[in-house]
């Protein structure tokens, strides 16, 4: 009776080691893959502190404060160069196109020539001038 009792015992000493052999092996796999995880980070760390370290040597950080539109906001003035011609014949042809609208509205709209509320003459649009391509614009004074 003694011998089935043992073979039982080592049969479940035999199924718990496995068992905990499983469980060890999970433990360890996890473990490498929280430190491949962490060396991952550190590398990343490493090479942000390289680039910001290169970019403070050149002084290339200063490079991106250029705007993005060839216009000076502070002294209200394109710059000199094609894009700047090029940003105002834009910004001429739609103060143009938005005088056109109007003034073809207002001709559209009263053929009488005053305003039949007020009873006063009506102000008529002014158009300026079509502007001129950024290649056929005259020099400036």
Do not use: C
């Amino acid at each position: 009776m003694t011998d089935i009792a043992t073979i039982a015992k080592g049969e479940r000493d035999t199924a718990y080691a496995k068992k905990e052999q499983m469980f060890h092996q999970r433990r360890m796999g996890r473990a490498e893959n929280e430190e491949k995880r962490w060396r991952s980070i550190e590398m990343q760390h490493q090479l942000e502190q390289k680039r910001l370290e290169d970019m403070r040597d050149n002084y290339s950080f200063a490079r991106s404060n250029k705007t993005s539109m060839p216009y000076n906001p502070i002294n209200l003035r394109y710059d000199d160069g094609h894009d700047g011609d090029r940003l105002r014949y834009s910004d001429e042809s739609l103060r143009y196109r938005g005088a056109l609208r109007a003034e073809h509205l207002q001709r559209r709209m009263t053929s009488t020539g005053y305003n039949p509320i007020t009873g006063d003459a009506i102000e008529r649009v002014h158009v300026p001038d079509a502007p001129l391509p950024p290649g056929q614009r005259p020099a400036e004074e």
